[in-house]
């Protein structure tokens, strides 16, 4: 985000089963989901509300993206979520080239989406950034290169980031399972051992203290 993500400016954001305030919150309403992100941010007075990865999460109930099935209900959460206002520019962590970009438009989807491809430890590393503004997109070019600290996307607001309160859904794969321009960013509890063998914690690469 172009700053280090610690105490300083940076709130531990959680959206589990645990968290009692989303029980009355209607978090269909967007406008109301919003409101109470950018409540507990200013409450805290952090800039970044922050968390998520392999949390159990209550607020996919908002869209049937998920699913309706309760056996395969897509609840597992397999990125990191930045919460803050629309407009964020955001940086490159690593090298990296365009792998793919689309717009997976849709309510309680990702919206505007890029994936970089990287190359470490001779492995190839996939990033996934998600709820972008549109106008990233334009005149985006597949195998671009993307330098470490350069400006390439920006927090998307609703709708048109796939109707969700501004933030950036950060996410890490080895493999992209034939995937382009989108992959998942929540799975069920059965495919668990699967995507999490896959997707690694991204705080390997954000290394905020406060996760």
Not at 9 to 34: C, I, M, V, Y
Not at 170 to 196: H, K
Request: net charge negative.
């Amino acid at each position: 985000m172009g700053e280090k993500l610690d105490i300083s400016n940076t709130l531990k954001l959680g959206f589990g089963h645990s968290n009692p305030d989303l029980e009355k919150l209607d978090l269909g309403n967007t406008s109301a989901f919003d409101a109470y992100v950018s409540g507990e941010l200013e409450k805290s007075g952090a800039r970044y509300g922050i968390g998520g990865y392999l949390e159990h999460r209550a607020i996919y109930r908002r869209s049937a993206v998920f699913g309706t099935a309760e056996t395969d209900f897509r609840n597992i959460h397999l990125g990191i979520d930045i919460w803050t206002e629309a407009g964020a520019a955001i940086y490159a962590p690593i090298d990296g080239t365009i792998h793919s970009f689309q717009d997976n438009a849709g309510f309680g989807n990702y919206g505007p989406t890029i994936i970089l491809e990287h190359h470490i430890f001779g492995k190839k590393l996939y990033s996934l950034y998600g709820h972008l503004f549109l106008a990233d997109l334009e005149g985006m070019k597949i195998g671009q290169e993307i330098k470490t600290g350069e400006l390439f996307a920006h927090v998307g607001p609703f709708p048109e980031n796939g109707d969700w309160p501004p933030h950036l859904h950060f996410q890490l794969m080895w493999d992209l399972m034939g995937n382009v321009g989108d992959f998942p960013g929540v799975c069920s509890e059965r495919e668990i051992t699967l995507y999490e063998s896959n997707c690694p914690d991204p705080n390997l690469v954000l290394r905020s203290e406060v996760l």
